[in-house]
Every structure is written in structure tokens, then in C-alpha cells.
């Protein structure tokens, strides 16, 4: 989940000119990221080994 800290720093990170949809990528990023930190943390990961296994199987 986003906080307002780390809107504002992302917001911050940005160029002096921006359009909507870059905040909203950037924010969108922001939050996949920590989403993704999370589940490694909770353990919700795929080894390397078990990645390869699915893609052969395509």
C-alpha cells in the first residue's frame, strides 16, 4: 500500500514538466514493487528451478 511519504518522494523524483500518465505509471510502479517485496518476505516466491520446469512444459 501507498503512503503519502512515498507518493510525495515520487512525485518529487519527477521532472519539473510530466503528464498524468507518467505519475501514474511511476506510482503504479512503486506499488507493484513493494507488492512483490511483500510476497518475498511472506515467502510467496517461485525458485528458479520450479520457473524452468513451467516454461518447458509450454
Given at each position: 500500500?501507498?503512503?503519502?511519504?512515498?507518493?510525495?518522494k515520487?512525485?518529487?523524483?519527477?521532472p519539473?514538466?510530466?503528464s498524468?500518465?507518467?505519475l501514474?505509471?511511476q506510482?503504479i510502479?512503486?506499488?507493484?514493487?513493494?507488492e512483490?517485496?511483500l510476497q518475498?518476505k511472506?515467502?510467496k516466491?517461485?525458485?528458479?528451478e520450479d520457473?524452468?520446469y513451467?516454461?518447458?512444459k509450454?
Amino acid at each position: 500500500m501507498l503512503t503519502k511519504d512515498k507518493v510525495k518522494k515520487s512525485f518529487d523524483n519527477l521532472p519539473e514538466s510530466f503528464s498524468i500518465d507518467e505519475l501514474i505509471d511511476q506510482l503504479i510502479f512503486i506499488e507493484k514493487v513493494e507488492e512483490g517485496l511483500l510476497q518475498s518476505k511472506e515467502g510467496k516466491v517461485i525458485s528458479n528451478e520450479d520457473v524452468k520446469y513451467i516454461i518447458d512444459k509450454w
